[in-house]
């Protein structure tokens, strides 16, 4: 079969296409790939032999996958770190960036339904590797023989070291935020694993301390309660009813490899990502006093705009997806990177997004203010207005969407509801602005027939209009 990588790296059905054959075939095309393509001086970077960090989640047969995957990188001499337990993706980016290895594999289909698993590549930097290296990697796959050493005979020749690299990620965190306030604050919070790694990380991260966990969804369950592990409201029912029951401080979410954040209220109310980003933003800037560029997908909330412009600090718009952030985050000066999925990296950390430092940044804003989520959030729409989002997905067909991109370039709509078009943006699909700051944007999936229709505006209603209209420019 033929192997496309995506986002990140590859993704495919489990035991239709993503075979334990085939997981060989792309473990030594990024071996042939490391090993050939000299990107970095090996004296600055390695200090020895080529390395390898290798993780995996909680989907069926990974542990199996990330073992097949040490198996190909020994054979090929790469003196491999596999984890002995599931664990999350940034706590592998962070080992790869620390322990300055060549790269990491990461065993996971992150938000993706149960049926799915994938192979995500992560770069000696820490963070999720680039289109380029990904393409590259794709164009070694079968250029060489498998080559593989038996599991127990690797690792009895110390080639496979068996390594957790959780506790160093943990200590990392501890370090990147006010971890002593955190631990006297009280805070009385839970956390809804979605069945996925990140299950029991803030237990171990705050055992000893004042605060209270309530573990939600911690479960192992390779068919994720039957629920897909993404951060967003209809996956929440059932954890929205404990809260609404049992009251917390602070409702903080997962996905499967705890790479992203959600949230709700103590009482069980949606947290949006876009909210909890603002959230965040404003937390770094008032609270800490930090400086630096703001990143942000063009996908985010406008608030973000607002604030960046209040605060006199530069924004830098992306198109979508954590890697082009990452990017930004490697230049340098940069106070936050964040996504509408929910992925949103630090500066002082790894380039790449992590839902338990974004977890701990957001206890550490309710320890420093000492007042509720909903009264930091009325008190952000006070000053900057309120912000209603919406998306949906709808499919449109591969061989029209070139056709329908060049349309909405060429013939903008005039206004938004009853506000004039005050700009457009064309480098990740069509975005239209309107003068009173909603939007609508129009955008492609990358590998699918699905066209994404976004929108924000003030109201619910508004962005039911938006998508609406957003709709109807489809059949152009």
């Known amino acids: 079969m033929n192997i496309k990588f995506g986002t990140d790296g590859w993704r495919a059905v489990i035991a239709e296409d993503f075979t334990f054959a085939n997981v060989a075939r792309v473990a030594q095309a990024t071996a042939d790939y490391w090993t050939s393509e000299v990107q970095i001086p090996k004296s600055d970077v390695f200090g020895r032999e080529l390395k390898i960090i290798i993780g995996f989640d909680r989907r069926f047969f990974s542990d199996r996958f990330a073992q097949t995957a040490a198996e190909i990188f020994a054979g090929n001499g790469f003196q491999v770190v596999l984890v002995p337990e599931p664990a999350p993706t940034p706590s592998v980016s962070f080992a790869v960036k620390a322990q300055r290895a060549v790269g990491g594999v990461m065993i996971t289909a ?149 790479d992203r954040v959600g949230g709700m209220t103590g009482r069980g109310r949606v947290l949006t990502a876009h909210q909890i980003v603002c959230l965040l933003l404003h937390h770094l800037i008032v609270n800490r006093k930090g400086r630096g560029r703001v990143v942000k997908a063009l996908t985010t909330t406008s608030m973000v705009d607002k604030m960046c412009a209040a605060y006199g600090l530069p924004l830098v718009e992306t198109g979508v997806g954590f890697k082009y952030i990452c990017a930004e985050m490697l230049k340098g000066d940069v106070l936050l990177g964040a996504e509408e999925s929910g992925g949103i990296g630090f500066p002082g950390h790894i380039p790449e997004r992590d839902g338990i430092a974004a977890g701990l940044m957001l206890l550490e804003l309710l320890a420093t203010e000492r007042v509720s989520v909903d009264r930091i959030l009325a008190r952000l729409e006070r000053q900057f207005g309120r912000h209603r989002y919406g998306r949906i997905d709808t499919h449109f067909p591969l061989e029209k969407r070139n056709a329908l991109m060049q349309f909405l370039k060429e013939n903008p709509p005039p206004k938004l509801l009853r506000s004039p078009l005050a700009g457009l943006k064309t480098f990740d699909g069509v975005k239209f602005i309107a003068e009173d700051s909603s939007w609508l944007m129009l955008r492609g999936s990358g590998t699918e027939p699905i066209l994404r229709i976004y929108a924000e505006a003030k109201s619910d209603a508004e962005v039911r209009k938006l998508l609406q209209m957003g709709m109807k420019l489809t059949r152009f």
């Open 110 to 258: 992150s938000h993706n339904p149960p049926i799915f698993n994938g192979f995500k590549l992560k770069s000696f930097y820490g963070g999720s590797s680039d289109p380029a290296t990904c393409q590259a990697v794709e164009s070694f796959v079968d250029r060489n023989p498998v080559r593989a050493v038996r599991f127990n005979e690797a690792v009895h020749a110390g080639q496979i070291c068996i390594q957790d690299v959780r506790p160093a990620h943990f200590a990392a965190l501890k370090k990147l935020v006010d971890f002593k306030l955190i631990a006297k604050s009280k805070l009385r919070f839970a956390h809804d694993a979605l069945f996925g790694v990140g299950a029991g990380c803030f237990e171990r991260l705050l055992a000893g301390t004042t605060c209270k966990v309530t573990a939600l969804n911690g479960g192992h369950d390779v068919l994720f309660g039957g629920i897909n592990p993404e951060p967003i409201d209809k996956n929440y029912k059932r954890s929205q009813e404990f809260l609404r029951r049992h009251p917390h401080d602070i409702c903080l979410v997962t996905d499967g490899d705890a």
